[in-house]
Nanobody, 130 residues
Framework: VQLQASGGGLVQPGGSLRLACPAS????????IAWFRRAPGKEREGVSC????????FYANSVKGRFTISIDNAKNTVYLQMNSLKPEDTAVYYC????????????????????????WGQGTQVTVSS
């Protein structure tokens, strides 16, 4: 079971990037999937998640309206489309999956809590700078 995030890089403020995270050995749309980030000197932050139950997506207030999470079922890959990037979006971004779901307390909700996620991909660096 593996996740592998990619797509990070250096981009100017206002620019866009699309992060990708393909999964191996499990079917991604059967589980709650999330993106997190960690900026230098800061705690890990939940960015977005997508629910396996109904496909609903949740976003941190700081990225709402600018970022979009999606899953390509044919490629078994989750994406994070990031538009209108700001310097404060600079961080290492991680994808994660909840492979041991709790039916009472789903991993993906508006709080995007990291403790529910079991499998983590290696991070990809996003740097927003002019």
């Amino acid at each position: 079971v593996q996740l592998q995030a990619s797509g990070g890089g250096l981009v100017q403020p206002g620019g866009s990037l699309r992060l990708a995270c393909p999964a191996s050995r499990f079917t991604m749309n059967l589980y709650d999937i999330a993106w997190f980030r960690r900026a230098p000197g800061k705690e890990r932050e939940g960015v977005s998640c997508i629910s396996s139950n109904n496909g609903n997506a949740f976003y941190a207030n700081s990225v709402k309206g600018r970022f979009t999470i999606s899953i390509d079922n044919a490629k078994n890959t989750v994406y994070l489309q990031m538009n209108s990037l700001k310097p404060e979006d600079t961080a290492v971004y991680y994808c994660a999956a909840d492979l041991i779901p709790d039916p009472v307390f789903p991993a993906c909700d508006s709080s995007i809590k990291s403790g529910y996620y079991d499998i983590w991909g290696q991070g990809t660096q996003v740097t927003v700078s002019s």
